[in-house]
């Protein structure tokens, strides 16, 4: 008979719920995998992708071997080395391009591949902070939508995802609960079976608006202005909460005044919704206890990203919903966490007045002729940036340059692991030890080794721990061990951790931050804002040369903010997450590109109708950056002069080797310099 043992591991995938995952291993092979049952949040149940992670894990196309380029670039053509050759060769190279550009032309590439403290940020940052490379902005995802909420509430601190089910209004802002926060779904039921109302604010029908009390479908980009709106009606009919915004907010006589401008006509205008709606909504709003609103990223991709999130932000505050458990509003938990990110990444060993590229532009960094010095050197891990970055063509001609020296660490043989001068073999999170918070809930978790690395796969951390190595760096905190860094990654003395000490949070694999069982963080005000109030008017947006009051920022790109470029591309493009993949993550893995079918582009019947579209043909989408082509879904789920491709496919996997990211801009956000992903004015014709 073969041991059998069930371990704990965590999802490490950039996900909200951070699942605890219960694995069967036999004979040092996982045999099974599922939710963990004694779980608050992951309720025994996993999401449609990461059942099946063991077909991942144990995928025959997994890289298991360091592997040397041998074709051309983009080829994707490759011998197996050593790991001793790998490194060595790597490490000479990095040293030259040092030594002949300065050791800025070195950047490195990552984003959340793998959400674990440990093999996100630690000893990878470190690394090029020792070796004096360029530093990255890590912009792509939430950058404004934090910076944004970060202005208003002060931290990435919301209401408890857990008590979401007391709430009778529930709004979903911009926010696919259904495919991308699955974990809260049933919180939301709870709450609906005690009857709660569900409204869904998305320019699309996504799989959570098909489920809501009510769609409402703005133009994208203009939540800012539906959010003025429903202030607007509610301090009009005296439905505001004078008390909470006399103690506990900065600015609201300004806000209010600036609310006044924003009557439902006007709002209608900008946003596409009637104005009976906004008056209905606002009413709901403003009378129903406890409200949540459900705020994910969707709509922080905009170029008012940033703004978007913030006045969203102040809703809760105008009406007191803060007062309540289960209500507020929630963009993400991860502030709640004392992570000593600076013990961690070490930012002190980077010289001073190293330059930072943003993550976002990374066409733009390998193609600029000004750029000085070049990036000669892109070390890529936790990320594919060929399929997910902006702009890609130029992204593209980016990694095809014969003088760019190209690493890239991964589990599969991604477009950017095509241009790799090296292609390195990661572990999944069966395979390695690792430390994790959560941006939707308030569990730390330990995860621990269920299985032996496969081949030769090897983790971040021992990568550069054998990179540094093979450099010849001497500073003992580029070798230390993966516990050692785990003890240094939280502040064990914080309140919020009392009682807890690493060797307890390795025993029990999970344990909920010290905050109350029943807890409404801001019901008596205390905001971690520098004046201690809900900041409506932030005097610190002042200094950056924003706008200090909360408003409206709108789309770059829109027939209204720019009719001429609408008169060549009347269409606005979206690309949110697929149901079936994360990210590019499992977009080649055969059961869930089965389950997504093939790249589609969701297409109004009006639209496709003045187009002469049907329903199953094959469409080129572009713009002045670029086209690719899906297959052309006629459907009311897109909002008229919308148009939705769900995303993020691999591009060698699409037809004519482009997806959605050839249209997508790489122009930034207001706050944050994150990137507009959702911003995209572009034409649309049958092939
Ligand atoms: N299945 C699945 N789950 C995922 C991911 C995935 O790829 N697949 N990705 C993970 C990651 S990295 C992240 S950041 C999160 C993202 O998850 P979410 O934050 O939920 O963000 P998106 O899916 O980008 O967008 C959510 C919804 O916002 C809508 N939207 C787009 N523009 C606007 C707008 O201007 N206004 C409003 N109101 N809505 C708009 C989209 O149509 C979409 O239905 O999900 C994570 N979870
Ligand atoms: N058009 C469009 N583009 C988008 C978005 C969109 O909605 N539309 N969403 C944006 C968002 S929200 C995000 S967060 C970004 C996501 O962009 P990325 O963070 O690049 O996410 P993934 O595409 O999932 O790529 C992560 C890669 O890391 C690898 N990986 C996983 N674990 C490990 C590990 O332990 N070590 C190493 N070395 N590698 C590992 C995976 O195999 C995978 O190929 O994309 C952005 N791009
Ligand atoms: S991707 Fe998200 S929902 Fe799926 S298992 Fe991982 S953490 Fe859970
Ligand atoms: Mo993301």
């Known amino acids: 008979m073969l041991q059998r043992r069930v371990l704990k591991v965590v999802c490490p995938h950039d996900c909200p719920d951070t699942c605890s995952m219960a694995v069967t291993v036999e004979g040092g092979r996982a045999t099974a995998l599922g939710g963990d049952p004694d779980d ?150 709870r709450a609906r079976n005690a ?94 206890r406890p409200s949540a609103i459900r705020l994910n990223y969707g709509l922080n991709r905009h170029a008012g990203g940033g703004m978007a999130v913030r006045t969203i932000a102040c809703l809760p505050a105008v009406t007191g919903a803060w007062r309540d458990v289960g209500g507020g509003a929630l963009l993400s938990t991860s502030g709640t966490f004392p992570v000593r990110t600076e013990a961690l990444e070490r930012p002190d060993l980077s ?13 733009r960094a390998l193609t600029d002729p000004g750029l000085a010095p070049p990036v000669k050197a892109l070390f890529v891990y936790n990320s594919n940036p060929a ?75 021992e990568l550069f721990r054998r990179l540094a190595r ?37 025993r029990e694999g999970r344990v909920r931050l010290a905050v109350p069982g029943e807890w409404a963080p801001f019901a008596e005000g205390g905001f971690p804002t520098p004046s201690g109030k809900c900041e409506l008017l932030a005097p610190s947006l002042a200094e950056a040369g924003l706008d200090p009051l909360a408003g409206y920022v709108p789309p770059r790109e829109s027939p209204v903010t720019n009719p001429e470029l609408a008169r060549r591309y009347p269409l606005a493009f979206i690309s949110p997450p697929a149901h079936h993949f994360l990210n590019s993550t499992f977009s080649a893995q055969p059961t869930f590109v089965r389950r997504e079918s093939e790249p589609f582009l969701t ?17 080129r989408i572009w713009n002045d950056r670029g086209s690719f082509e899906a297959k052309a879904r006629v459907s009311d789920a897109a909002r008229p002069g919308v ?16 997806n959605a990211n050839a249209v997508t801009s790489q122009e930034l956000t207001d706050m944050g310099g994150g990137a507009s992903f959702y911003d995209a004015l572009v034409e649309v014709a049958p092939q």
């Open 603 to 619: 297409v109004h019947p009006d639209d496709a109708a003045a187009r002469g579209i049907r329903d199953g043909q094959s469409v």
């Open 40 to 189: 608050a949040f992951t309720q025994g149940f996993l999401c449609a992708k990461v059942n099946h992670y063991l077909e991942r894990v144990y995928a025959k196309d997994r890289l298991l071997h360091p592997l040397r380029r041998v074709g051309k670039k983009g080829e994707g053509r490759f011998e197996r080395v050593s790991w001793e050759r790998a490194l060595s060769e790597i490490a000479q190279r990095l040293k030259e391009i040092a030594r002949d550009h300065g050791p800025q032309a070195i950047l490195p590439y990552s984003y959340a591949g793998n959400m674990g403290l440990l093999s996100n940020a630690s000893l990878d940052r470190r690394f090029f902070h020792a070796i004096g490379a360029s530093k990255l902005d890590r912009t792509i995802c939430a950058s404004a939508g934090a910076a944004g909420y970060k202005a208003t509430v002060g931290r990435s601190i919301g209401l408890d995802p857990e008590q979401i089910g007391r709430a009778r209004l529930i709004v979903a802002w911009g926010a696919n609960i259904v495919s991308s926060n699955v974990h809260l779904w049933p919180f939301v039921e």
């Open 387 to 461: 399929a997910v970055a902006p702009e890609q063509e130029q992204v593209m001609r980016g990694l095809a340059r014969e003088d760019l020296f190209v690493v890239v660490h991964e589990l599969f043989q991604t477009d950017t692991a095509d241009y790799a001068d090296f292609v390195l073999p990661a572990t999944t999170t069966l395979e390695h030890d690792d430390l994790h918070k959560a941006y939707g809930h308030l569990y730390l978790s330990w995860s621990q080794a269920a299985i032996a690395p496969l081949g030769e796969a090897l983790s971040n951390t």
């Open 195 to 288: 009857g709660a109302r569900l409204v869904v604010i998305d320019p699309y029908r996504s799989r959570t608006a098909e489920k809501a009390d009510l769609h409402l479908a703005p133009w994208p980009g203009t939540d800012a202005a539906l959010a003025l709106g429903l202030m607007h009606v509610i301090f009009r009919d005296g439905l505001a909460d004078r008390d909470y915004l006399e103690r506990h907010t900065q600015g609201h006589a300004e806000l209010e005044a600036r609310a006044r401008e924003w009557d439902p006509a006007r709002t209608e205008r900008e946003t596409g919704l009637a104005a009976a709606a906004v008056e209905a909504l606002a009413r709901e709003y403003a009378t129903t």
């Open 643 to 658: 148009v939705v491709g769900l995303s993020i496919w691999w591009p060698k996997m699409c037809p004519g080797g482009r």
């Open 470 to 506: 093979a450099m010849g760096l001497a500073d003992p905190c580029l070798f230390d061990s993966d516990e050692d860094l785990a003890r240094q990654a939280l502040d064990w003395s914080h309140p919020r951790l009392a009682g807890l000490d690493f060797d307890r949070l390795q």
């Open 351 to 363: 010289p001073a007045g190293t330059r930072t590229i943003n993550m976002s532009q990374l066409g």
